[in-house]
């Protein structure tokens, strides 16, 4: 399966202005583009809402060889409740250590050389301290699952991940496609996993060719389609599609072409200025502020 690789993963965020601030500022990746749309995905990309919203794609470098971060805005909702399902994303990188300090974002030290911060909306992040590699920065993806057997069973014999490294004491796997790749963490967290209203999505890409292969065998299985293979439309770019699926925890994973994704993700010199104009012609929050009212609460 090494034709078969980690992409990103998708956040939903609340306050355009803070995340950003975050993302550039703190951890120090670029905006790589950024799309609005007028209506709710058909692969439910944005969550289960059918109004205006928009797409960011934050990253170190371009999506290619980086994985990277999906924010998606919901016009009017301005809070979405966090679960335990989402337990951190890891990259190695002394500059946003540095910057975090710089800005006084908040930083804890939670190991040798490790720093937690938060993003805008409560999503933990976990900076290594040390020098940013050339390659990728981002390490890995840490989700939390109730059966840790029955999850590498699920990503290593049908989606066909490979088993890097099992801790038995921390009670995680380490599953990835290559070694260059960003990884997924696994860890059993003891209990059934709450997935709130915040949560988020994981993205690979395969040759096209492979998209109805992965929906019968999920079919076979009698595993979770949540999207039958769809094709979803980029005004003005490439046409993707796409098979959505959940794992039995129900975490939801996005399977890509990899051939039209290639062309629809490059990079947008015009990406940091098309969302700083829709940030600031958005007026919902001085609406709300008005009217005395407060933003939805997914």
């Given at each position: 399966m090494a034709l078969r690789r980690a992409l990103h993963f998708?956040?939903?965020?609340?306050?355009?202005?803070?995340?950003?601030?975050?993302y550039r500022d703190v951890l120090g990746m670029k905006i790589l583009r950024h799309e609005e749309f007028d209506e709710g995905c058909k692969a439910t990309c944005n969550g289960p809402y059918d109004g205006k919203w928009?797409?960011?794609?934050v990253g170190f470098g371009a999506e290619d060889d980086h994985f990277v971060a999906e924010l998606t805005y919901n016009y009017g909702v301005g809070h979405y409740k966090l679960g335990n399902d989402f337990l951190g994303l890891t990259l190695q990188s002394s500059q946003?250590?540095?910057?975090?300090k710089k800005v006084g974002w908040p930083l804890k030290e939670v190991g040798e050389a490790l720093y937690l911060v938060e993003a805008p909306g409560g999503y933990r992040f976990y900076l290594v301290d040390k020098e940013q590699p050339q390659t990728d920065p981002v390490q890995k993806v840490s989700l939390?699952?109730?059966?840790?057997?029955?999850?590498?069973?699920?990503?290593?014999?049908?989606?066909?991940?490979?088993?890097?490294e099992k801790n038995e004491e921390k009670k995680t796997v380490l599953l990835g496609f290559?070694?260059?790749?960003?990884?997924?963490?696994?860890?059993?967290?003891?209990?059934?996993?709450?997935?709130?209203?915040a949560y988020g999505r994981i993205a690979f890409s395969c040759p096209r060719v492979q998209l109805p292969e992965i929906e019968a065998l999920m079919k076979k299985e009698n595993h979770t389609i949540l999207t039958p293979l769809v094709s979803l439309d980029t005004p003005g770019k490439a046409t993707v599609e796409v098979v959505i699926l959940a794992d039995p925890d129900g975490h939801e994973i996005c399977f890509v072409g990899d051939e039209a994704f290639r062309q629809l993700s490059v990079m947008d010199p015009n990406g940091s200025a098309l969302l700083t104009k829709a940030i600031a012609e958005d007026k919902s929050n001085e609406w709300f502020a008005k009217n005395n009212r407060e933003k939805a609460s997914a």
């Open positions: 998708v956040f939903k965020v609340g306050d355009r202005t803070k995340t950003a601030t975050f928009s797409k960011t794609m946003a250590v540095s910057n975090a939390g699952v109730s059966d840790l057997q029955r999850s590498v069973h699920y990503w290593s014999s049908l989606l066909g991940m490979k088993v890097m290559s070694e260059t790749q960003c990884k997924l963490e696994l860890q059993d967290i003891g209990g059934s996993v709450d997935h709130g209203t």
